[in-house]
Structures are given as C-alpha cells and as structure tokens.
C-alpha cells in the first residue's frame, strides 16, 4: 500500500472517531436535556457519553459495570453537573436488570459527598424511592438501605420537606413492594421531626400493620420492635399497642413469627411494671398452631424474660416454657432445652428452688430420655450448669444419674457435651465424689469409638490432674494417657503428647522419670514408623519441661539412636528435634554427642533429611561456636571452597550464601559483598 494510501485511511479513521464523539454529545445532549453548546468544552460531555452507552448496551455486565464506575463518573462531573444531569438520568432509567439495580442501590447511598454534601443529598431520593418499589426483594432491601443511610445526613428541615414525603409516597403506594419498603424507615426519620409528624408518621405505620397485604404486615411485623424502640411510651401505648395485639393474632404465621422478636423490644419499652398487657400476647404465641411459632417463642423466652423482670413472671408463663419444653415439635423441645439453666436463673429467687424441683426437673428427666438425639444434644451443652443452681447434695440425689445416662447415651455429640462441661460440676460436688461417680463411665470414654470423644476426654484430663492425687491417677488413668499416643488417629496422638506436658508440669520429672519415660521410649522400638515418630514428637515436647539435665540423661540417646532409622521420615524428625530442644543443652553436651549425629545426617542420601539437618546445624552452631583467630579480612572468589578449607579449624562458624543457603551470623562475624567478591570481615578473639 501506497503512503498516499495510508494517508487516506488516516484521515477516515479520524473522520469516523470525530463523528461518534459528535453522536455521543447529541445522544447526552437529547437525554440529559443539555445542549452541546452550553458547555465551554465539548469534551467535557464524554464521560456521561460512554455511560449512556454502556447503559443501552445489551451486554449485562457492561452495564453492570457501568454502574459500578458511576463514582469515578460523578467525580469527573462535578457536584453540579452530577445533580443536573447524571442523577435525572439515572432516575429515568430504572428498568435494568435485577443485579444492575442492586449495583445502582448500593452506590447512591455512597453519593453525599459526590453531589455536593449533605446540602444536596436529597437529590438522591428520586432514584432511590424508584428502586424501592420494584419487584425484586434484594433490591428494594439495598434501596430502603441506602435510603436509611441518606436519613442521617438530612437537616431537621430538609428531613420533613423532603425525606418525609418519600416514606408517605411508598406507604401509600398502589403496590405492596412500595408499602413492604416503607417500613424499613420510619425508625430511621420518626427521632428527627416535630411532634406533629411523629403522630402522622405512627398512623401511618399503624395502617401498615393493619394492610390487606400479607407481605406488608409482615415487613410492619418484622420493623416492629425496631420502630418501638424510638417511639415514646405513652404515644406507644395510645398508638401502637392495639397493632401490636392484633398483629400477633394475624391469620398468616410468618406475621407472627416475626413480631415474637418485637415482643422483647415491646417488653423492654413497657418495663416490668407495666408489662401486664404483653403476658396474654406471650402466652398466646407460646401456645401457637404453628411450631415455627412456638420455636420462636423458645428460642427467644429468655430474653423475654429478662425484659419483664423475674418479679413479673407469673405461674401463666412459666407454664408457658414448661409447656414448651413437653413440646410435641422436637424443634421446639430442642430450643427450650437450650434455654432451661438461662430460664431458671431468671426465676424469682425466692421461688426458684421450689419451681426448679416442682416443674423443671420432671421435664429435664423426660428430655434426657427423648427419642430424639437433637433434643438430647442441645440439654447435655446446657445441664451441668444446673448444679450451681441445686448445691452439692440435690446435685448429687437429682442430677448425677441424668449425667450418668448423658455420659452413655448412644449419641457421640450427646457424650460429647456432657464431657465438655465436667468442670461445672466438679466445682460444685468436688472431686471425690465426681471421681467416684463418674469416673468409671468417663474412664469408659476413653476409649469410644469416635475420636472426637477420645479428643475431649484428653482435653480434660489435665483438669483431673489438678484436682486427683498422683497416686489416684496412676491407678486410674494414666494407662489411658499412653494408650493415646498409639491411636490411629494423629489428632488423638497430638493431643496426647501435650496431655502429657501438662501432666509433668503437674507431677513432676521425678514422676515422669518412673512412669512416664519407660513407656514413651518403648515406642521407639515399635515396628510402626508413626509410633517412633510419636515417641520423637514427645520428646520434643517434654524436654523443655523437664529440662537439660533429665532430658540428656533419659530421652536423647532415643533421639540419636532414631538417627539410623531405616525410614527417611524419622531421620530428618530426628533432625527436627535435635533442632527443637537445642537451646536447653550444655557445649559439652553438644560437642560431645549432638554434633557427630547431624554430620552423620548432613551426608544422608535423602534430600528432606540434609536440608533439616542442615537447619539443626545452624542452630546448634549459633549456640555454641566460638572463633578461631584469623585475619581480620580475607578477599576469596569461590566462598564455597573457603568455608571448605575455613571448616577444617575446631569448633568455627560456618557461614553459607543467603542466595542459596541459610545465611547465618554470629555477632564476631558478619559477610560483605565488594566489587563481585566475597568479603569476610572477622574479628579475632
């Protein structure tokens, strides 16, 4: 092609582009009603160009991503610009997608300072109000959100001119997505506004609690509690009391469902003394058709009992929580086997031994045998709290057995619980008894069929430690502790090795000299690989606990008789501890039989082995090198070569690389690099 011939496709190219900047500006022109020649620069029009654009693009995620940059877009506007013409055009636009509306939602509640300040913000209402009432849940939840968010940044003036009218134009929307949101911001704009529009804004709530709507009573429902809590007592008790009542007998569950959470709200806006016309509302939820109902109700009955007081809880609702509890719904009897100790230390104390004994233990008992093990778990994570309640006699008489049958219940999470909350007890009926009665079915645990079991009964013995005479827990349990650490599962063996480091903390390294080392160290003649690993893992983690002179007396020659191991896997574990318990060694100890067992390993034939002998090397170096006198600077070009012929002096530090090996320093010793050339600087002793 000729040069004439390229210049000619220049100037089109030129042509076309000048031609879609002049579409764009007439297209922005005709949507925004701004003319092209009302701006100073028509280049300044561009951004909001490309923007309708992409917005008209039938590709979803071009428009998704459009309005992901509306910030960056609104930015290089301006403030003015931004409310004139990006924000009227948004508004006219409200027809995409459900996952591009959400986007837009999500980032005009970000879009105050974008439009000029709080002085502006209402500018973003439009849109916001629009996006409200479409069909979608999420978006018209992002909306309200957003919206809620913009309340905050109103003046007192700006929020009844013009936030108000918004909340009254979605309450008084034809459709129900518009009233379903309006619910969401009454509690955002009701602490703001004058008395006058207060009591306009709880009949409109009011009316909104009574719609023909189900979805709408159950978004008033939902909002209740939340706009009790900024209303004031008497205008509650006048306005919204009556709603309140009549939305908790309302045909549809999901109402009543919904507004259970309200009553702790409701009951903490009446306080105790005036919470009598809420006991005939709780009652009746508790007594519901509906078990999701009655589910709520348990699950909630305790912080509903907290918000009228222990003094208001009349014989009607506690009958209503023992009723629960005898539920037909095991969902139900789940949630309030939950709350039972909660519920019992909210009880009047003057009646709460004789309402424990007279109502709730009799359940208790029944739930213990219950047929369903979901039932049987939630009671067992929360029964032994019981015993503080009772005191050590009655805990022994009524609670012991039901403990017993929890420890042997067929149900893994059942036992689990139970072990888990051991301590309770303990502290009430002391160890003798605790040793004497369930001892023998935890004893039975320790070696049940799910490790998860096994795990918490370890996890425990240190506890019993504490508590059980050595000599009682030689007899007892420490043959358990070392079965431990040959369990299949490694999770087990884990934990078995650190029971064991808490239990010489306790005993002592006298004690772990007679009972526990002859039977860690016999693991290191077992044919099984992982029990020789076991025995090195607690080595490793007894020997700081026991110190220098017992763990090189008793537990390192096992360690350095491992280092001949047949298996490459314990080799360099042999490494690995002589690494771990390096700094509780004397020099001698070190020079004398520590440093010929990792020479010997840094000439293995596996890799894994050299590499952790090496980092033992280091260790064991940085701890106990002294240097040798030398000149103060040698130049040398192959430092590999010098360290060879440097390492041949007694007891010298050994420095390699960092580029290809650990770099180490010792505080006479340090390494330079000059002009490509290793320089050594080393100050002489």
């Known amino acids: 092609m000729s040069q004439c011939s390229y210049a000619l496709l220049s100037v089109v190219v030129c042509l076309l582009t000048l031609a879609r900047i002049v579409f764009y500006d007439m297209t922005a022109a005709m949507d925004t009603g701004i003319s092209p020649s009302a701006s100073k620069d028509s280049d300044s029009l561009y951004p909001i160009a490309i923007l309708i654009d992409e917005l008209r693009n039938e590709d979803v995620q071009l428009r998704l991503n459009s309005i992901r940059k509306l910030s960056t877009i609104a930015l290089a506007l301006g403030p ?8 009227p055009f948004l ?3 409200i027809y995409d997608e459900d996952e591009v509306l959400l986007a837009l939602g999500e980032q005009l509640g970000n879009f105050t300072h974008l439009v000029g300040g709080p002085e502006y913000v209402s500018c973003l209402l439009s849109p916001l109000e629009s996006l409200a009432t479409v069909e979608e849940t999420v978006v018209r939840e992002k909306a309200v959100e ?3 968010t913009l309340a905050d940044k109103h003046s007192v003036h700006d929020l009844e001119e013009k936030f108000v009218p918004v909340v009254r134009h979605l309450a008084a929307g034809d459709w129900f997505t518009a009233r379903t949101s309006a619910c969401g911001l009454f509690s955002v704009v009701y602490p703001r ?3 006058a529009v207060k009591t306009e804004l709880r009949m409109l709530f009011r009316n909104l609690c009574k719609d023909d709507t189900p979805m709408v009573r159950r978004a008033a429902a939902s909002k209740f509690g939340e706009f009790a809590k900024v209303v004031e007592l008497d205008n509650f008790k006048q306005d919204l009391m009556t709603a309140f009542v009549e939305l908790a007998s ?15 709200t409701v009951a903490e806006l009446l306080r105790p003394e005036n ?5 005939p509302v709780i009652i009746r939820l508790a007594e519901d058709k509906s078990w999701r109902v009655r589910y709520m109700v348990a699950d909630k009955f305790t912080d509903i009992q907290k918000a009228v007081g222990p003094e208001a809880m009349c014989t009607e609702l506690s009958n209503a929580f023992i009723a629960l509890l005898k539920d037909v719904e095991a969902e139900v009897r789940s949630a309030a086997a939950s709350r039972v100790i909660e519920f019992c230390k909210n009880l009047p104390e003057a009646s709460r031994e004789n309402l424990i004994f007279n109502q709730v233990l009799p359940c208790v008992k029944d739930l213990v045998n219950d047929v369903n093990q979901h039932v049987k778990t939630s009671l067992a994570s929360v029964i032994m709290g019981m015993a503080p309640l009772l005191g050590r006699e009655k805990t022994v008489e009524h609670l012991l057995p039901m403990y017993l049958m929890l420890l042997k219940d067929e149900t893994a999470e059942v036992r689990l619980n139970i072990i888990s909350s051991l301590d309770k007890i303990n502290e009430v009926i002391g160890v003798n008894q605790l040793a004497n009665s369930l001892l023998p079915a935890i004893v039975d645990l320790a070696e049940d069929v799910k490790w998860r079991v096994r795990l918490a009964i370890i996890e425990y013995m240190p506890l019993l430690a504490r508590q059980l005479a050595q000599q009682f827990f030689d007899e007892k349990l420490l043959e358990y502790c070392i079965n ?3 369990d299949h599962v490694y999770a087990i063996r884990e934990a078995a090795t650190n029971n064991l480091k808490e239990l010489v903390g306790k005993f002592g390294v006298q004690w772990a000299e007679r009972a526990v080392f002859p039977k860690v160290l016999a693991l290191a003649s077992q044919s099984n690989y992982l029990q020789r690993l076991t025995c090195l893992n607690c080595i490793t983690v007894l020997a700081p606990v026991c110190g220098s002179e017992a763990t090189a007396k008793h537990l390192l020659p096992t360690v350095l008789k491992l280092a001949t191991d047949p298996i490459a896997n314990v080799r360099f574990n042999v490494a690995k501890t002589l690494k771990s318990i390096a700094p509780i060694f004397d020099p001698a100890v070190v020079q004398n039989e520590i440093k010929p067992t990792i020479l010997k390993l840094l000439e293995d ?3 894994d082995v050299r590499f952790f002998a090496e980092e033992a090397k280091n260790i064991y170096l940085l701890t106990s090198v002294k240097v040798k006198k030398h000149p103060r600077v040698c130049i040398v070009k192959n430092i590999d070569a010098y360290f060879s012929k440097f390492c041949a002096f007694e007891r010298v530090v050994c420095c390699q690389m960092c580029h290809c090996r650990l770099q180490m320093l010792y505080p006479n010793f340090c390494l330079m690099l000059s002009n490509n050339q290793q320089r050594i600087i080393m100050a002489t002793n």
């Open 193 to 195: 506004v004058s008395p």
């Open 80 to 87: 003015e610009r931004t409310r004139t013409e990006l924000i």
């Open 250 to 264: 309302d045909d549809h569950d999901s109402v009543r469902l919904l507004l259970v959470e309200g009553c702790v």
């Open 484 to 486: 431990w650490l040959s």
């Open 275 to 279: 919470c009598d016309p809420l006991r």
């Open 605 to 607: 034939g596996d890799d």
């Open 91 to 93: 508004t006219d636009t």
């Open 146 to 148: 957003s919206l809620r």
